[in-house]
Nanobody, 119 residues
């Protein structure tokens, strides 16, 4: 069974930084794209950043220049470094992976980690 487990969320003041981690485990044969999404209260889940197996990245306009996505393929872990945080970044952050397991290729999600930006 594949699991994605996020960590690193919390409460931070505006202008501060957080680093989110998401580790995948289980019967994983191959991983393609990994990413981070956020969901604010009352809103739909939306893309924050993606990273391919080759290291190419894509960011939402709202986080460009402030957030950096990276991955460690040996550890099957994806990271999100968040700098210059704003109150509007407050949301539950979910990691996501397109990977191949016993059942073939599929999209897997973590359970989410809360990020709150407030003074």
């Amino acid at each position: 069974q594949v699991q994605l487990v996020e960590s690193g969320g919390g409460l931070v003041q505006p202008g501060g930084s957080l680093r989110l981690s998401c580790a995948a485990s289980g019967s994983i044969f191959s991983i393609n794209t990994m990413g981070w999404y956020l969901q604010a209260p009352g809103k739909q889940r939306e893309l924050v950043a993606l990273i391919t197996s080759g290291g190419s990245t894509n960011y939402a306009d709202s986080v460009k220049g402030r957030f950096t996505i990276s991955r460690d393929n040996a550890k099957i872990t994806v990271y999100l470094q968040m700098n210059s945080l704003k109150p509007e970044d407050t949301a539950v952050y979910y990691c996501n992976a397109n990977l191949r397991s016993n059942g073939g290729w599929g999209i897997y999600w973590g359970q989410g980690t809360q990020v709150t930006v407030s003074s």
